[in-house]
Structures are given as structure tokens and as C-alpha cells.
T-cell receptor
Framework: KAGVTQTPRYLIKTRGQQVTLSCSPI?????VSWYQQTPGQGLQFLFE???????NKGNFPGRFSGRQFSNSRSEMNVSTLELGDSALYLC?????????????FGPGTRLLVL | SQKIEQNSEALNIQEGKTATLTCNYT??????LQWYRQDPGRGPVFLLL?????KEKRKERLKVTFDTTLKQSLFHITASQPADSATYLC??????????FGKGTRLHILP
């Protein structure tokens, strides 16, 4: 089975721009979660999508949004980029049917905001 | 609010020794704790899950303990090898369907 894939792997943007990141989960997984990882804050939960609906949300401003398509692929959008948005953005997938199941992470998209 | 802390930012251990990493949490005991390994430039990889009613879990050279009295989980790697060098993250299920992660401990196994 193919693992979780994320595109693009690297991205450079300037302040004020917007960006869209993509995540393809493992086949059969209906839950996709997004995380932001920075050296200072560690891994922080952004949101989770399950069957095209946002099921959970972390404490991030409304500039961070996401969506999920019928094939479970998910996109994350950040509008009006700020320097502090520079981070590794990770998505993780699971079947979504049990709260104790393992999450499988993708390799991440490294975003640099200049 | 529930917080999770991994005591050491970095840990140097001699090859062949046991590496012990600590994860402490505040407030209520989570239903379970997870440990992940993360290599540079890669996403975290799941290693072990331990439930609140389990004291200890093992997988090959890895062992995790869960002490709800101390509000602490310990992660041990026995007979450590340079290939074990990585960042190790603990994560707990917060109870409102969210998982929170510690900031990780960078483990260096010295040959």
C-alpha cells in the first residue's frame, strides 16, 4: 500500500500571499489530520477531516482552512501569509473509525515565508 | 488545559546502553499515550501505544511504561545503536478527540 503523500515538498512564498497544500491519504483511510510543526511550538494540531466534513479543529486563526474531497484527498489553505507561518506542515491519515488507531504521517511540506 | 512535556530537548547516550526518555503530562490521565520517531525531513512514524490500564508495553528493543500516579510515561531503547538516533515524540489523546504532542527529545547515540 502506498503511504501518505504530500505535495509540494518545499515551497517559498512572500508575506501576504496565499498557499494551498495537498495531501493524499493511504487508500481506504477516510480521516486526514493536518499539523504544523515548528522548532518553538512543536507539532500542533490544525484540523481533522473525515468523509468531507471537518470533525475537529485546533486553535489556529481563520486564515488556516482546509477541505476534503470525496476521494479523501485533502487540501489545506493558508491565506495572507505571515512570517510566523514558516513551518513544516504534516498531514496524517487513518481509517477514522476508532479513536485509538495509529496515524500515518506524510513527509510534510516545508513552507518558507519571506 | 491538558499539557504534555518531554523533559529533555536532547539526550546523548553511548552505544549499547539503554536510552530512557520521559514524557510528563498535567491534569487528567489520557486514555492512551503514543510514541513516535521522527527523522530529519520526514514525518513522524508510530512506534508504540500504551493504554491507561496498561503498565508496560514492549516491542523488540523498545519498552514503554505508563504511570498514572506520577502522570508520566517512560520510553526505553535497550542496546541502543547509532541508527536509533532521531527525535522521539510522545502524544496523548486529550479526550475531546484531539491528540496533543510533546516537543520531542533529540536522541543521539554515540558510537
Amino acid at each position: 500500500k502506498a503511504g501518505v503523500t504530500q505535495t509540494p515538498r518545499y515551497l517559498i512564498k512572500t508575506r501576504g500571499q496565499q498557499v494551498t497544500l495537498s495531501c493524499s491519504p493511504i487508500s481506504g483511510h477516510r480521516s486526514v489530520s493536518w499539523y504544523q510543526q515548528t522548532p518553538g511550538q512543536g507539532l500542533q494540531f490544525l484540523f481533522e477531516y473525515f468523509s468531507e466534513t471537518q470533525r475537529n479543529k485546533g486553535n489556529f486563526p481563520g486564515r488556516f482552512s482546509g477541505r476534503q474531497f470525496s476521494n479523501s484527498r485533502s487540501e489545506m489553505n493558508v491565506s495572507t501569509l505571515e512570517l510566523g507561518d514558516s513551518a513544516l506542515y504534516l498531514c496524517a491519515s487513518r481509517t477514522g473509525t476508532s479513536e485509538q488507531e495509529t496515524q500515518y504521517f506524510g513527509p510534510g511540506t516545508r513552507l518558507l515565508v519571506l | 488545559s491538558q499539557k504534555i512535556e518531554q523533559n529533555s530537548e536532547a539526550l546523548n547516550i553511548q552505544e549499547g546502553k539503554t536510552a530512557t526518555l520521559t514524557c510528563n503530562y498535567t491534569n487528567y490521565s489520557p486514555a492512551y499515550l503514543q510514541w513516535y520517531r521522527q527523522d530529519p525531513g520526514r514525518g513522524p512514524v508510530f512506534l508504540l501505544l500504551i493504554r491507561e490500564n496498561e503498565k508496560e508495553k514492549r516491542k523488540e528493543r523498545l519498552k514503554v511504561t505508563f504511570d498514572t500516579t506520577l502522570k508520566q510515561s517512560l520510553f526505553h531503547i535497550t542496546a541502543s545503536q547509532p541508527a536509533d538516533s532521531a527525535t522521539y515524540l510522545c502524544a496523548l489523546y486529550r479526550g475531546d478527540d484531539k491528540i496533543i504532542f510533546g516537543k520531542g527529545t533529540r536522541l543521539h547515540i554515540l558510537p
